[in-house]
């Protein structure tokens, strides 16, 4: 074990003590009266015995003594014991304190700052010092494992990956390489450009071919997923053309990726200046490291570059090889045929029209119908491959099919600008007139929440307004009808009060029971039959106006279902209210008036003599006849139709929230098509003011048909 390694594990004691049968401690301690000692070593070693004694005070003590080159290692050992204490400002106050260039003691130091504040919880302290330790040397056992685990354990992907990153580069270590494809792999690259990965894939290609092949695979997918695949193509093709090719077996998947890259260039998504700077050395690289038909393919597609775009640098292409070539340029026009769909299907250009014309080219080859319908589903795929790669005649014959549809195709494309301009500016005018008929009805809506809200309430104010009217005129009368109990002579002079407040409390509710709230019922019937009517004649004309404008647009992009369940829940909380609201006893006769306190009083303090209760029944007839009882039939009007008047507001409300749910979704539909009017108009300007967004494709398709054309001759001529 090397000195620096018995510092680190506080094991140095073992370098002075050489009789291993003696005590340690005593052993020093001898040692320190040995003539010409050296103390500060001594004193050291004594520490680190204490230490493992478990006598860190003493440990502390001997440590704090030594001078010299081991006093940085002391300090660090004093700042250990506090580490180990739990005293965490002493700790990093005395592991700062340390001053060294010793690199193992200046990474011990950093590793130890770095533990104290992590379980501080300090993490930008702790990528300080982990930054600080990496520097010092990467190669210190640990550390960069360490790295790794506290970046993956925050999910710090950038600094992750930029570890495995550097340390593949700087070690060439399988297992770093392993780390960055599985990162890329997890999607944990996200923040890095396709340049980042240029030099780690120039490495891996060299050293570990395998691991190569399955990088440069998951940086494609991954870049592809991104939308950077024109970025990423510069890459790949720095990459690949720097890397030793021979044709072999090894090299099949990736012929397959460069094959893939060159289908998505040449798809219809991107124009010529944007490949032209990538696309040729892609092409090269694929013929590189291509086979047989395949070789051909890529051979055929510099051919047809060549011939589309002359005034581009000319690139030679290998001698056709041997291996029929029919099966591939069925497969390859096919793929064509699909993106030219795709395309058209983006640019709004396959209509029932051109679908027909399109149908009729393939009538000879009814298995591919789906795929012109885009019924992906329904086509079978394997099948159909598998039958022209056994069959060499239909081969032949599919390919010679999909080549005439894609021909004809591709001309009647050319001849189509036109219409495709006329086809937007018919798409502007439509959508505008969309616009202008939804938004009449949105203000239709508006006027008709406005009117059918005051209409509802109207209707049901006057409803229960009649009903309180004839409840307030019927009051005076049904309280004076109380009078009959004055004539029981039977009855307490001193009780009259209440005897007559009672009745008056009877009578009342036999009015409500059986005269006033049977009509009230009947009332709101008939208002619900009503309102229900009128929301039914609406609801009708939106259903029509509905299908019209659906009609018109072609699309079921409309809903104006009147919502009428509000008539359930008003009709529900109507009967609650009429079953459950009933008259509770009111002190009629105890009200605080100067007239009723005395009859009441003059009860209870002349009781029964005759003439104190003649005298007082005739009070109480001349109260009853004199009094119009105004303020409390109103008093009672109040209570007995108060969840009447509540339920007003939630009439008001309901209404509302049906006509404003029917309002936010027509805002919506407009908001879509201001957006499609937008993108339209964006588009016909784009088209007459760019007009190879619409001839690129084309001649990119046009080039893919060349390509096909001569993998079709090529095997014809075998």
């Known amino acids: 074990m090397e000195q620096t390694e018995h510092l680190v594990q506080k094991l140095f004691y073992r370098t002075l003590v050489t009789d291993g049968a003696q005590e340690p401690a005593a052993f020093l301690g001898r040692e320190m009266k040995t003539a010409g000692a050296d103390m500060d070593a001594i004193r050291f070693a004594q520490g680190e015995v204490y230490f493992h004694y478990h006598d860190l005070e003493s440990a502390v003590f001997k440590w704090e003594q030594v001078e010299g080159d081991l006093s940085g290692w002391a300090w660090k050992n004093i700042g250990d014991v506090y580490y180990d204490q739990q005293d965490h400002d002493r700790a990093l106050e005395t592991f700062r304190s340390v001053r060294t260039d010793e690199p193992v003691l200046q990474i011990e130091l950093a590793l130890q700052l770095l533990s104290v504040h992590a379980e501080k919880q300090e ?5 300080r010092y982990l930054e ?15 790295a790794q685990t506290l970046y993956e354990d925050n999910k710090d992907w950038q600094k992750a990956v930029d570890l495995a990153v550097t340390e593949a580069l700087r070690t060439e270590s399988r297992v770093w390489f392993e780390t960055l494809v599985r990162y890329i792999r997890e999607s944990r690259v996200e923040e890095f450009p396709p340049e980042y990965f240029q030099d780690p894939a120039a490495q891996l290609a060299e050293i570990y071919p395998d691991l190569f092949r399955e990088m440069m695979a998951e940086l494609t997918a991954d870049f592809r997923r991104r939308d950077q695949v024109l970025e990423w193509t510069a890459v790949f093709n720095s990459v690949f053309t720097a890397v030793a090719k021979e044709p072999g077996p090894q090299w099949e998947t990736m012929a397959a990726l460069h094959h893939d890259l060159y289908l998505e260039l040449v798809s219809g998504r991107f124009l010529e200046p944007d490949i032209a700077p990538v696309l040729p050395d892609l092409m090269r690289n694929w013929e590189l490291l291509s086979e047989g038909s395949h070789r051909n393919m890529a051979g055929a597609a510099q051919s047809a570059w060549n011939e589309t775009f002359p005034e581009y640098e000319t690139m030679e292409p290998a001698s056709v090889q041997d291996g029929s070539g029919a099966a591939a340029a069925a497969e390859e026009l096919l793929l064509l045929f699909e993106s030219i769909l795709t395309w058209m299907r983006g640019e709004k250009l396959l209509d029932r029209e051109a679908e027909e014309a399109a149908a009729s080219d393939i009538e000879d080859a009814p298995e591919l119908l789906p795929v012109l319908r885009g019924e992906p589903m329904s086509f079978d795929r394997v099948q159909w491959l598998t039958m022209v790669r056994s069959n060499e005649i239909k081969a032949v014959r599919s390919a010679e099919v999909l080549s005439n549809a894609v021909q004809k195709q591709l001309q009647r494309l050319l001849e189509q600008q036109s219409t495709v301009e006329e086809g937007l500016a018919q798409s502007i005018d439509f959508y505008e007139e969309m616009l202008s008929r939804f938004k009449g009805v949105r203000a239709s809506l508006l006027d008709k929440r406005t009117e059918r ?7 049901y104010l006057q409803m229960k307004q009649m009903q309180k009217e004839q409840f307030e005129q019927a009051v005076p009368d049904i309280l004076r009808a109380a009078e009959d109990v004055l004539e029981d002579e039977e009855k307490s002079a001193k009780y009259l009060h209440d005897d007559l407040n009672a009745a008056m409390n009877t009578r009342l509710r036999a009015y409500i029971d059986e005269e006033l709230f049977p009509v009230f019922k009947r009332s709101i019937q008939q208002w619900l039959k009503h309102t229900e009517e009128d929301f039914s004649n609406e609801a ?22 009147l919502d009428q369940s509000i008539l359930s829940d008003w009709r529900r909380d109507l009967n609650r209210m009429l079953n459950r609201t009933e008259l509770t006893d009111e002190n009629i006769m105890s009200r605080f008036e100067p007239k ?5 009083n003059v009860g209870k303090w002349f009781g029964d003599m005759q003439q104190s209760r003649s005298f007082l029944v005739q009070q109480y007839r001349r109260y009853l006849e004199n009094d119009d009882f105004h ?17 007003e507001r939630a009439v008001k409300a309901d209404v509302d929230t049906v006509y404003t749910e029917l309002i936010e979704h027509l805002d919506d539909v407009i908001l879509t098509y201001e957006r499609y009017l937008e993108e339209t108009k964006e588009e016909l300007h784009l088209l007459q003011e760019h007009p ?21 001759s090529y095997a014809q001529r075998q």
């Open 631 to 647: 303020e409390t039939a109103e008093a009672l009007s109040y209570k007995l139709f108060f969840e009447f008047d509540l339920f």
């Open 540 to 561: 009708a004309e939106l259903s029509e106006l509905e299908t019209n404008l659906n009609a018109s647009a072609d699309e079921e992009v409309l809903s104006l279902k």
């Open 123 to 127: 993490m930008g302290e702790v990528y």
């Open 453 to 459: 809200r005051d209409a509802v309430l109207d209707t």
């Open 692 to 712: 190879e967004r619409f001839y690129d494709p084309i001649k990119l398709f046009d080039m893919r048909h060349r390509q096909c054309s001569q993998m079709l």
């Open 132 to 146: 600080e330790a990496l520097a010092v040397d990467p190669d210190y056992p640990g550390v960069t494992d360490l």
């Open 596 to 600: 009723q306190m005395l009859l009441r």
